[in-house]
């Protein structure tokens, strides 16, 4: 049998409002999918690997929905900015330094390695425009054995001429570049259509993109509404559309394979579109509150059923790390509370979820450790004195505190990184 199986405390999200706790438990992957959780291990899988963490949390590898590998470099420089000003004066000129290969593997090499030894399973990552170091991106994230999309940025107006593409068809053409050029090459990583936002994509290249999504039938992820001023400028580019969105969706690149960072200033049509297209959110809790942007009503969109995940969002977002996102989603939520008598904090149980599951079901059946899910897994120590607090409290206190949390062991589709 092509299995093994993994003994602990079993902790993983059934829905927003439900965590399952199983304390000494077997989880069994075969071919890389989760057969089950079991008290006991059955009569059946008698004999196979048992990779036996005694009294650690076993929890489903965190995805983050959204993060910038080019920006790895900047983390901490730039906050409390304001996001169009922080774009202008720190990001567009380093991500400008990727025309060099040897800077962007420097950059990248730093970049994955923070990611592989961390509780990150699943990433959604944005690269430059330049399809040299966007190839060497993937080269790089195939060898840490994490799943990602990794996408070539397209730009062709609204930016520094140090980074700007020529025009639509320049930059259509590198992307077929860049698409042809890993066709078949990679396990772990697969290309994903990359707008950078609205305002520096011209019409004709935003439908131009979708038209490339829908012929290679392939994932779409950009910003949407991240902050006033942003929403404002759209308004004035494109008077003719009812909502930020509709921009997207006209364009062909607004579906269920699509992510939207940030979302933070929805109007009602734009949920509307969001609902009916099946996309995903990605709320970047982090990055918000570093560039002043405010705070996504995560709690109506959950209470909607509308698709919401978790992005890191480097560097607007000062870390990789997403158990500090996920705390960063719970706290942002609390102070939108404190300012509005209609909202409500986000639960313990909601922030995991977005983090795991409502994030994984970007990537299909993951983010859960229970039958049929990919086996996607990571075994840590949670970093608490010996004593005798139940799995609850012990689980509460690593998603709300994490202080000397470990990562000992990863699983990504049932292979064991470390």
């Known amino acids: 049998m092509n299995g093994f199986a993994v003994f602990g405390n079993i902790v993983f999200s059934l829905s927003p409002n439900r965590t399952e706790m199983l304390p000494k438990h077997y989880a069994v992957c075969e071919n890389g999918i989760c057969s089950g959780v079991f008290p006991e291990l059955p009569a059946k899988y ?72 961390g509780f990150t399973t699943r990433v959604c990552i944005l690269a430059t425009v330049h399809v040299p170091a966007t190839l060497l991106l993937a080269d790089i994230m195939e060898k840490t054995g994490l799943r990602c999309l990794a996408g070539k940025v397209n730009m062709d107006r609204n930016c520094p001429g140090f980074i700007r593409e020529e025009d639509a068809a320049a930059s259509l053409r590198d992307t077929e570049e860049w698409l042809a050029a890993q066709n078949g090459r990679f396990q772990n990583v697969s290309p994903v259509i990359t707008p950078r936002f609205v305002p520096s994509c011209s019409r004709e290249l935003l439908e131009g993109l979708g038209k490339t999504a829908d012929l290679y039938k392939l994932p779409v992820q950009s910003h949407l509404s991240e902050t006033r001023d942003e929403v404002a400028w759209v308004g004035d580019l494109h008077p003719e559309a009812k909502c930020y969105g509709e921009i997207y969706d006209r364009s062909g690149l607004l579906g269920p394979g699509s992510v939207m960072a940030h979302c933070v200033y929805l109007t009602q049509g734009d949920r509307e579109l969001i609902k009916r297209s099946g996309a995903f959110i990605a709320h970047c809790p982090t990055s918000n509150s570093n560039l002043q942007s405010g705070v996504a009503p995560v709690c109506e969109y959950l209470a909607e059923g509308m698709n919401i995940g978790l992005g890191s969002d480097i560097s607007g977002g000062h870390t990789l790390d997403m158990a500090d996102v996920i705390r960063e989603a719970i706290s942002a939520s609390e102070l939108r509370a404190a300012e509005d008598k209609n909202a409500r904090p986000l639960s313990m149980n909601e922030a995991f979820y977005m983090g795991t599951r409502g994030g994984g079901a970007f990537f299909g059946k993951v983010g859960a450790i229970e039958a049929g899910f990919e086996f996607d897994a990571v075994a840590a120590v949670d970093g608490l004195p010996p004593g005798d607090a139940t799995l609850i409290e012990r689980f509460e206190k690593f998603i709300c505190s994490s202080s000397g949390a470990d990562v000992r062991a990863k699983y990504v589709r049932g292979k064991r990184l470390f």
């Open 46 to 117: 008698a004999g196979i690997r048992v990779d036996d963490f005694g009294d650690m949390l076993i929890i489903p590898g965190y995805v983050d929905l959204h993060t910038h590998a080019a920006q790895y470099r900047n983390l901490g420089l730039g906050m409390g900015s304001r996001l169009l000003d922080w774009l202008e004066k720190y990001t567009f000129p380093e991500e400008a330094a990727f025309a060099s290969e040897e800077y962007a593997s420097s950059v990248y090499e730093c970049f994955a390695k923070e990611l592989r030894s």
